[in-house]
């Protein structure tokens, strides 16, 4: 055989025998493949997010409110919330007063408030009330125009009817019929048109407007500069309101969260070169157990990974203008909590590897998926629902959280403490994990 095909097998017999190597060629790239797949709505029948939480409070005993209740439960990007549950687990209706402590607790970020007065006799057109958390940019705007496009598009008869009331001030009839009728003889009378045909609409509930929700491009806009005329929404944001960078504040946690998984990550795997030479050998002669080892790399990657978080929020702060210095202390709680779940992170990897290389590769592959479904590359509600629980597994998910409650919520120190407790509880069970997993290997040999 020609040295060069010898010489070919050999490349691909290392390459196949190294796991590592074949999980970065070949592992990763399929799972982000199908990730971003499931991100973007390849191959769905209905493209974009689904299950955005949001919730609707009710305060009008019009029959229009329940049927644009109804149309924005039909809506599949949002899981509509109605009720609010006791802590006996028995619900009543959702009222307006705990919408506010429910944002904060990150329950939902987008809210709608009907109103007494939907619709009133002294005005035309609908008055709604809609609360935002704008989290996150891209999310706000979508949901943002989903509610307007359910509103126009699904219930133009409520315009309708606003109109009917106001006409009853004006034409003095109150049965609905006569109404009708009369209104149909001012309309004609001046535009022109069938008249059994306009009262035929408006009996329907139509009122003609249907015809402004055109399918075309070209009658988009139109459509929605009427409907923007007559639908008032007094739209309040309930958080982030004095961020000063609010775009840097959103994204520059995930970013650090990112660098610091490869950083301790790679320090754990460090684990590897000094066992080849053969310093815990010589360590352990000395009155040294292994717990005080992997203490010592466990307080060690703690430090490390402050010091890399502080730093990097300070340089988002010289960059882009992020306000930490209000907020430093929780800051900093936030990140020694999520430094340490980072290191137990990594030890598990040099825990449960064979090898440096093994542990890399792993490292790689799991970085960079905790960091897709965790919310540091997309927000996380563009998700499908099984991967957004998922979502909740990864620490990228729960230390994102823990910053944007500091940096864009101003969260007290007990509104942290559950946030606080999920990563403490995270970093006991994977520490522990890891430190079984050190006892029955043999990288202390």
């Known amino acids: 055989m020609h040295p060069i095909f010898v010489l070919l097998r050999k490349d691909f017999a290392l390459f196949f025998r190294d796991r590592a190597a074949v999980s970065l060629t070949f592992l990763v790239p399929f799972a982000l493949i199908y990730l971003f797949g499931q991100v973007f709505g390849v191959n769905r029948k209905d493209s974009g997010p689904a299950g955005i939480a949001f919730a609707v409070v009710n305060q009008s005993a019009d029959p229009a409110a329940a049927r644009l209740v109804d149309a924005l439960k039909a809506e599949k990007t949002f899981r509509v919330i109605t009720q609010f549950v006791n802590p006996d687990q028995t619900t009543r209706p959702l009222a307006e007063p705990d919408l506010l402590p429910l944002m904060r607790a990150n329950r939902f970020r987008f809210a709608l408030v009907i109103p007494p007065d939907l619709l009133a006799g002294d005005r035309i057109g609908l008055h709604l009330k ?46 609905a019929h006569d109404l009708n009728h009369r209104m149909a003889d001012v309309i004609t009378s001046f535009y022109g048109g069938d008249r059994d045909e306009m009262v035929r609409r408006m009996e329907s509930g139509d009122f003609g407007l249907s015809g402004l929700n055109g399918t075309k491009d070209s009658d988009t806009a139109p459509a929605a500069n009427v409907f923007s005329r007559l639908v008032r929404i007094d739209t309040e944001q309930v958080a982030g309101q004095d961020v000063k960078s609010p775009q840097a504040t959103r994204l520059v946690g995930g970013w650090a969260m990112q660098f610091l998984l490869f950083a301790l990550s790679a320090s754990a795997i460090a684990l590897f070169y000094e066992k080849d030479q053969g310093l815990f050998r010589r360590i352990l002669s000395a009155p040294v157990s292994r717990a005080h080892i992997l203490w010592s790399k466990f307080l060690y990657g703690v430090c490390l990974g402050l010091i890399q978080l502080v730093v990097l929020f300070f340089a988002g702060r010289v960059l882009f203008g992020i306000d930490i210095a209000p907020h430093l202390g929780p800051l900093v709680v936030v990140c020694a909590f999520a430094a340490a779940a980072c290191t ?34 997309f927000p996380v509600s563009f998700m499908p629902e099984f991967i957004q629980h998922l979502s909740k597994l990864t620490l990228v998910y729960w230390s994102m959280a823990g910053f944007t409650q500091v940096l864009w919520a101003h969260a007290s120190p007990v509104e942290l403490l559950p946030t606080l407790g999920i990563l403490a509880a995270m970093t006991a069970a994977v520490l522990a994990i890891a430190a079984w997993r050190f006892n029955k290997g043999r990288i202390f040999e």
Not at 142 to 168: C, E, Y
Request: net charge positive; hydrophobic share 50%.
């Open 344 to 377: 137990a992170f990594g030890m598990l990897l040099a825990a449960v590897a064979p090898s440096a290389e093994s542990a890399r590769g792993l490292a790689t592959f799991l970085i960079l998926l905790m960091s897709a479904i965790g919310g540091a590359w």
């Open 130 to 175: 809609f609360l935002t958390d704008p989290l996150n940019d891209i999310e706000t705007q979508m949901v943002t125009g989903i509610l307007q496009k359910t509103i126009f598009s699904n219930v133009p008869q409520l315009i309708g009817r606003s109109w009917q009331a106001r006409a009853r001030q004006y034409l003095g009839s109150q049965n």
